[in-house]
């Protein structure tokens, strides 16, 4: 056992982002998984580039990038008949600089590029992350990958490019998952991209040092990479979609409203994360990333300066560790992570770091000058379900009383506006105790039980809302009234083998929970021969998802496989929406509450707690009640 392994293997600081579910469980079955060692753990400045010569005679595909040339492999995709087709890939696509030495938790700068051939036949390193004890992955990991089947066409395809989830802290696009084979034959460019996770890619002091969001900044560089490249490998930069599912979800949904993105994303695919998450942003990264210094200097750390150097020296080891401690802690008590993208206040500097999330969730969402973007957004029909089981596996009724009554672990802290969003939007301090909003959502649980629905059943759908769909539906709701481009609302409920099998112990047809969706659109190694149920479900996925990509619709007419009506788009998003039920054996259009029994319930206390006053930059009464 290395000391690394001591270091992770005795805290089991990552159990509480695995009982939520916000990570993707990785399965690395099979033989093809990418072996990357743990990378430098201390600083080094930034590699030089190192001529590749002299260069044998590439064998693969050859693509010239702005930064020089790239061999890929050709493979073909698993699938029979026209699903079969062949296909250039290239792994571990440098899109920065490594952000390495001076320029950790610097925003990425471009790549120097190199000489000679560059070999793109095997992924890039991991970006750090803790797994199973061990620390994995390096600091050096801005790379993407890129499938294609068009190079040398003159006819551009659109492009995908997806963004992995992992509660921010965790995860790869590696050959074992996200592979492209079911969206490429429907004719589009895939692109999966790493960014920094952890504390390299969230940690924050809103300084010029350790200014935050380096992940937001590595994805908008990445999809300024895209714009810049994607036609040599037969991608129309003009027609570019971001998807993510999970915290996955939650970035491609910030940057589909940062300005910097305008005309580099054309539309969107959110699964199970949204920017709205409690767990998708907080402003309480400062006193985070003072915690985080004070761990390593083993002293309390409140002078900047001293806690940006301890940040800068530790190594990753550290820094992870520290943050896993900070992470579990913030648990414990409420439904937040606080190593996540963080509002950016700090006075710009000329040619100082640049600011990416200058305003708050909301104003974002509601700022006339954003462009409209068509979106696809949805969640799975039982997404934290597990979570429930964790709390109580044998769904004891005095366990479902205790979790009521211990309810502040379980609410939604940005139900009030914390102090920045409060200052952005003009509005008054707050004078409410948070105790009344507990009381509040208590006696909301309670009165939500029924004769068919007892309290663990409400609970399940309670867990469901706090976590995910709550916040799905919000933002249906502020695009509705924004009225600019089309939503087109989802839920999955596919249970077939390539689902996760399920924790609880009922429940077992049509029940998808948190990732299950993911195995339908991007490959997984272990998924070599799905079965007929399976098969269908995903050939009608894919078809969904790269018409939304390749038409803004996912019907652009109907089809006796995949869908026999039409998929209409947005007309509102009140208590009943209409929405895409995803079942196992059909896919059907449903109309009624996507959240749940409670969303009434949910819309009062978000209206009357959160936007208590109309704020300033929107007309009056535009977001009341949402
Ligand atoms: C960090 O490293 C620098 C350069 O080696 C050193 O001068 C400084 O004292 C270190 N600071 C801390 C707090 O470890
Ligand atoms: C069916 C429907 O109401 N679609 C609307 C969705 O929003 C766009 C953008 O405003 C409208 O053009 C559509 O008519």
């Known amino acids: 056992m290395s000391a690394r392994s001591k270091v992770f293997g005795g805290l089991g600081v990552v159990v509480a982002l695995v009982a939520v579910g916000l990570i993707v469980y990785y399965t690395t079955r099979g033989t093809n998984c990418p072996s990357n060692g743990p990378g430098p753990a201390t600083a080094s400045p930034p590699p030089v580039p190192v001529p590749t010569s002299p260069a044998p005679t590439p064998e693969g595909p050859v693509v010239r990038v702005q930064q020089g040339l790239l061999e890929g492999v050709n493979k073909w995709t698993r699938g029979k008949g026209a699903n079969r087709v062949e296909y250039a890939a290239f792994w571990g696509v440098p899109f920065a600089q490594p952000p390495v030495g001076p320029l950790r938790f610097k925003a990425p700068r471009p790549h120097p590029g190199w000489t000679g051939v560059r070999s793109a036949k095997e992924a890039g390193s991991w970006c750090a992350q803790g797994q199973d004890g061990d620390l994995r992955g390096s600091e050096d990991c801005l790379f993407l990958n890129v499938f294609t089947t068009n190079l040398d066409k003159s006819e551009k395809q659109p492009v995908y490019v997806f963004v992995h989830g992992g509660g921010f802290q965790f995860g790869a696009p590696s050959v074992t998952r996200y592979g492209p084979d079911y969206l490429l034959p429907h004719g589009v460019v895939v ?28 994805n908008v560089a990445a999809l300024q990479w895209i714009h810049n490249n994607i036609a040599a490998f037969g991608g129309d930069p003009n027609r570019v979609t971001i998807g993510g599912q999970s915290a996955g979800g939650a970035m491609a949904g910030w940057l589909t409203r940062l300005p910097e993105m305008k005309g580099r994303i054309h539309g969107a695919t959110l699964m199970s994360g949204t920017p709205y998450h409690n767990w998708a942003y907080t402003e309480t990264h400062i006193p985070t990333a003072l915690q985080v210094a004070s761990n390593i200097a083993h002293k309390t750390v409140t002078d900047f300066n001293e806690a940006e150097q301890y940040l800068m020296n530790a190594t990753i080891e550290e820094l992870h560790v520290n943050a896993m401690l900070a992470i579990n802690s913030a648990m414990q008590s409420q439904p937040e992570v606080p190593v996540v993208p963080t509002p950016e206040r700090r006075k710009p500097v000329p040619g100082g770091e640049p600011l990416l999330v200058t305003k708050d969730k909301e104003s974002y969402f509601l700022d006339p000058e954003m462009p409209a973007i068509p979106m696809l957004i949805g969640n799975t029909n039982a997404e934290w379900l597990p979570y429930y089981y964790q709390n109580n596996p044998r769904s004891e009724a005095t366990i479902d009383e205790e979790l009521v009554e211990n309810i502040a672990r379980h609410v939604p802290k940005d139900l009030l506006p914390n102090q920045d969003t409060r200052k952005i939007l003009g509005l008054p301090e707050s004078t409410v105790d948070y105790n009344t909003i507990l009381e509040e959502v208590k006696k909301g649980v309670r009165d ?24 799905t539906h919000r933002l249906a709701m502020f695009r509705a009234k924004e009225n600019k481009a089309d939503t087109y609302l989802f839920k999955f409920s596919v249970r077939t083998d390539v689902n996760q099998p399920l924790a609880g112990p009922s429940d077992t047809k049509d029940v998808a929970t948190h990732t299950d969706d993911l195995g339908y659109y991007l490959t997984r190694l272990i998924d070599l021969d799905p079965k007929p149920d399976a098969d269908l479900a995903l050939q009608r996925v894919a078809a969904l998802w790269t018409n939304f990509i390749k038409y803004g619709k996912p ?11 039409d998929w209409p788009p947005n007309t509102s998003f009140e208590n009943e929406v209409t929405f895409l039920e995803m079942k196992t054996d059909a896919f059907f259009l449903r109309k009624e509450s996507f959240s749940g029994p409670m969303i009434q319930f949910w819309r009062d206390l978000y209206h009357k707690y959160r936007m208590t006053t109309p704020a300033p930059v929107r007309a009056p009464g535009r977001v009341r009640g949402l």
């Open 191 to 218: 692109v999966t991209v790493q960014y920094r996770l952890g504390a390299l890619g969230f940690l924050s002091l809103d300084t010029e040092e350790i200014p935050g969001n380096c992940a937001l900044k590595d």
């Open 448 to 471: 939500h039980v029924t004769a068919s629905c007892d309290l663990g059943c409400t609970l399940k759908t309670y867990f469901d809302n706090i976590w995910q769909t709550t916040d």
């Open 555 to 565: 019907v652009p007419q109907t089809d006796p496989v995949v869908l026999t009506t």
